[in-house]
């Protein structure tokens, strides 16, 4: 599974956005930070060989821009957590639990697990199976939640993909699974067709798409492989399916993939401007049937965000300040418009809001020490997962 070498969890945080386009109430989760080194934005692939998104080298990144616009209006505040381990991070909050429950890596090999009624207070709730399971991505479905992410991540020659099914967000027990399960999935989606999950397959020097018909009981490895690439997300889109990710162009380049028949086939999409030298993290389909994808650049000099209406046809989009210096990692859909979350080289974590996906301008002022990895929208407001975090950034899964 992807694994940032985290900072200590980072505690939630509430902001309070008094204007119209963006009056939400918002929090962030956070786990444990190593003093002297902090996870980057994403995993960075091995410039031969097979991709090995679980270790990368440290990249300089440039200073920030001084041309950076003040935010307006949000303010936040640290939710109570249980202590963490260093190293630790939240990357994936759902419903479940006491109301909401939050995933993350421990610091170790394993999952942690916590819960909260409201998005304020926490407590750790990590049944005692999680230590050898890594869970990057999960969504929810009809009987309760799929998380998928590494079966045994202690012995990581395994190769191990692997899905874990509850019904409460509490208790959790693995999938029966399924033919050719090797590999490491990412991230996973519901739709009429079943889950699917994206991710890397490295003994093939390949990406893979993993399908589901029964709500995440067994799986099936379709659509062949990716070669020379890694998936780090997938939509509903376009003509079917999009999934995003990176591809050696020789050298690493953004890429995405679109299908129209389930899953079975995929068709590379043309490179647009902007996708040399970048990955993409994460793509949302937003409801006015258009695409919207963060991603950043492997050599540390910032992000970008893109839209499309079709997930073959790409463009820029306009970031109000640009993002010299700074990425977004993830993205999400609230009642008042899409909010994309991130961090700095200046070990800042940032947010980004948008009434399209074409425009783009700072939401709060950055929050020092620390870095966004998710955000999920309640009925209440946004919450935000991540990490503090200190040191020099680093690259790693």
Do not use: K
């Not at 070498?5 to 509430?14: D, E, G, K, Y």
């Not at 956070?30 to 990368?56: E, K, N």
């Not at 679109?258 to 030298?277: H, I, Q, R, V």
């Amino acid at each position: 599974m992807r694994r940032p070498r985290w900072p200590p969890t980072l505690a939630i945080v509430t902001r309070t956005i008094p204007r119209a386009l963006i009056s939400l109430l918002l929090a962030i989760v956070v786990a444990g930070c190593a003093a002297d080194a902090v996870p980057s934005p994403t995993g960075t692939p091995a410039p031969t060989g097979t991709p090995d998104p679980s270790t990368a080298p440290s990249s300089p990144a440039p200073e920030q821009p001084s041309s950076t616009p003040e935010p307006q209006g949000v303010a936040f505040a640290e939710a109570a957590v249980p202590e963490a381990a260093l190293n630790s991070g939240m990357t994936v909050v759902l419903p479940g639990g006491d109301g909401l429950v939050a995933l993350g890596f421990d610091g170790a090999f394993g999952t942690i697990l916590w819960t909260s009624t409201d998005g304020t207070e926490w407590r750790d709730v990590t049944p005692e199976g999680f230590a050898r399971v890594g869970v990057a991505g999960a969504t929810v479905v009809e009987d309760g939640l799929v998380g998928v992410g590494r079966g045994d991540t202690i012995n990581v020659d395994a190769n191990l993909a692997a899905a874990i099914l509850s019904e409460d967000g509490l208790a959790w027990r693995p999938a029966p699974g399924g033919p050719d399960l090797q590999g490491q999935m990412i991230d996973v989606i519901e739709t009429d067709d079943g889950l699917f999950a994206v991710g890397g397959v490295p003994g093939a020097d390949s990406a893979g798409v993993w399908r589901s018909t029964d709500d995440g009981e067994t799986w099936q490895r379709i659509g062949g492989d990716f070669e020379h690439a890694f998936l780090w997300s997938i939509a509903e889109g376009g003509p079917g399916l999009v999934a995003v990710g990176w591809r050696r162009n020789p050298e690493p380049d953004a890429a995405v993939w679109t299908s129209a028949d389930a899953g079975m086939t995929w068709e590379l999409a043309p490179d647009p401007e902007g996708f040399a030298g970048f990955e993409a993290t994460d793509i949302l389909a937003p409801s006015d049937g258009s695409l919207v994808m963060v991603g950043s650049a492997f050599d540390g000099r910032g992000g970008q965000i893109w839209t499309s209406a079709d997930g073959l046809i790409w463009e820029l989009a306009d970031v109000s300040g640009g993002m010299d210096g700074t990425y977004a990692r993830s993205l999400v859909a609230t009642p008042t418009g899409l909010v994309a979350v991130g961090g700095g080289d200046d070990a800042a974590a940032r947010a980004w809001i948008s009434a399209d996906g074409r425009s783009w301008e700072p939401l709060g002022e950055p929050v020092p020490d620390a870095y966004f990895n998710a955000a999920f929208a309640t009925d209440n407001g946004l919450i935000l997962a991540g990490a503090t975090q200190t040191g020099t950034l680093e690259t790693g899964i």
